[in-house]
């Protein structure tokens, strides 16, 4: 996924922007934290959402250590890296910050002061002895099942020589041993991690490695979560995981939910006016999902459902455990159930046997589809994966052109999308202040950030909005005449786009 210029839910690229606050900045506005913070912590996220909101853990979990927000790596007494290791481009991002980091913690080492430097998430969990050997001024590394021991690890590495290292899977789970989630608000549009770790092993995939087998968490946790954040200002709620839809929780009546239930019983909370969820895999859509999207006005008609290749060849060599034909009835049965839905997806080109044909079978899938947004991405081999020893490696110039011709054509399909919204009136939460003075920023149904000009008193409603242009990442439009507008209230009118 490329960065764009507002948040967007549904993407797994490293360095992208996605909450303001945590990723790529200071972490965010820690509320009504206690005592006034006595140090100051800087987190940077790389990576999927799942990292964006382990971020926010993280600093949930320093906050009662009297850690606040930083507002730049260099004014901060910790830093947390939280890294992704998905492509190799994103694990190399690690070690060119920490180069830069290490001279930061000398200065302040020479005028007598100290920072603690720490890294997460998936490189911690699959690197982490080549870490400590390559950067031995990194004083803690914990894979991403260990936050809840974050603050005994700082204590250990106040006192320890080397570095602390944390990346087992724990037999007990994070989710019980952190605090509750929230001291640091995440604002109008929230993200609650439901579901974690992957059990399907694709050949070229590190996640089952570095996040573990699959786990969800109960029902009554995720609904009190859910609570807590609409008490906070969350109008807006996005369930994650790395396979959101393989999602069995245990229920609170004994038994366990699938997320069609788990999404019928969200949609109960009041003033929760939005949900959606992501990434969702396509041989886990079952009946009670598709029946939440026909049911659910609240559940938004917009998902990601990577594909990852149009061809059976490749999809079999891939172990994706599913055909085109597969996919492409997933969609049907979708779009039967809602016909205004959108749909997003992942694709990698080049991966190991990739053969001209099944290129242009991927092409083919595409058209036929119609997406409204996508990523696309070469595929890069990746240390300990069944296909980084794959035989028939496609070269480079190959995989480039693939890539560009891929994205040319998705990049047509997501402008006509975006086209096809000019001069609807659509309904758009509004979730911040926008980029100039008098504007506000919200986001379509499907997830397009839109830019108009409203009373900043509107941040935290769904408003009626008339489209007046679409741009490549974004629309803008005008506030239409008329009161508040539920999502509900337009979706019998709208055709799907495109
Ligand atoms: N669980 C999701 C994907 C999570 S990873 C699913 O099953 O679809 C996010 C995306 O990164 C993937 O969809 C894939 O397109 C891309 N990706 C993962 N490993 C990759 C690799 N080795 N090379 C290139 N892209 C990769
Ligand atoms: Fe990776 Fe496949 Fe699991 Fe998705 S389903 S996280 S691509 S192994
Ligand atoms: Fe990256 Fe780990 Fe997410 S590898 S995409 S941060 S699960």
């Known amino acids: ?165 944390e990346t087992d899977f724990p037999a007990e789970s994070k989710f019980d041993h952190l605090p509750e989630a929230g001291a640091a608000a995440q604002g109008v549009s929230a993200f609650l991690t439901v579901q974690e770790g992957c059990d399907k092993f694709c050949s070229f995939c590190v996640v089952p490695y570095t996040r573990g087998a699959e786990y969800s968490r109960p029902a009554a946790a995720v609904l009190a979560e859910a609570r807590r954040l609409v008490a906070q200002g969350a109008r807006e709620i996005a369930l994650l995981g790395q396979n959101v839809n393989a999602y069995h929780g245990d229920a609170p009546g004994g038994g366990t939910w699938g997320l069609g239930r788990l999404l019928r019983e969200l949609a109960e909370i009041p003033g929760l006016a939005r949900l959606r969820y992501t990434t969702s895999h396509p041989r886990d859509v079952d009946d009670a999902l598709v029946e939440a999207h026909r049911d659910l006005p609240q559940l938004m008609p917009f998902l990601h459902l990577p594909v990852q290749s149009g061809s059976d060849r490749v999809l079999g060599a891939m172990n994706r455990g599913h055909t085109a034909a597969d996919f492409l009835r997933v969609v049907e049965r979708l779009r039967a159930a809602r016909p205004d839905l959108a749909l997003s997806s992942d694709f990698i080109v080049g991966h190991p046997g990739e053969r001209a044909a099944d290129f242009d079978a991927t092409l083919a899938l595409v058209r036929e589809v119609g997406f409204a947004q996508a990523y696309s991405f070469k595929y890069s081999p990746r240390p300990g994966t069944p296909a980084a020893s794959a035989p028939h490696a496609v070269p480079e110039a190959d995989k480039d052109a693939r890539l560009q011709a891929l994205q040319a054509l998705l990049r047509d399909q997501q402008e006509q999308f975006n086209r096809s919204l000019v001069g609807r009136t659509i309904p758009v939460l509004l979730t911040g202040a926008g980029r100039h003075h008098g504007q506000v920023a919200g986001r379509s149904p499907w997830l397009n950030p839109v830019h108009l000009s409203a009373p900043g008193a509107l941040i935290g409603q769904v408003v009626p909005v008339a489209v007046l242009a679409a741009h490549t990442n974004s629309l803008s439009g005008t506030l239409a005449a008329g009161a508040a507008m539920a999502d509900s209230s337009q979706r019998r009118e709208e055709p799907a786009p495109a």
Not at 29 to 36: I, K, L
Not at 77 to 97: G, P, Q, W, Y
Not at 113 to 139: F, H, S
């Open 1 to 165: 996924m490329t960065p764009g210029p507002a948040p967007r839910i549904c993407r797994a690229e490293p360095g992208a922007p996605s909450r303001p606050g945590v990723m790529g900045s200071g972490i965010s506005d820690m509320g009504e934290a206690t005592a006034p913070p006595r140090k100051r912590l800087f987190i940077r996220s790389w990576g999927c959402q799942m990292n964006v909101y382990d971020s926010g853990r993280m600093a949930d979990v320093l906050a009662p250590l009297g850690y606040g927000p930083a507002a730049a790596p260099d004014a901060a007494d910790m830093v947390i890296l939280n890294t992704c290791h998905i492509r190799e481009k994103a694990s190399e991002k690690l070690f060119s910050e920490l180069g830069r980091l290490r001279a930061v913690k000398r200065e302040r080492e020479a005028t007598g002061g100290r920072m603690v430097l720490a890294v997460a998430g998936c490189v911690a969990q699959a690197e982490g002895a080549e870490i400590t050997a390559r950067a031995p001024w990194v004083d803690i590394v914990l894979g991403p099942q260990t936050y809840h021991r974050l603050p005994e690890m700082v204590a250990r590495a106040s006192r320890a020589a080397g570095a602390v290292v």
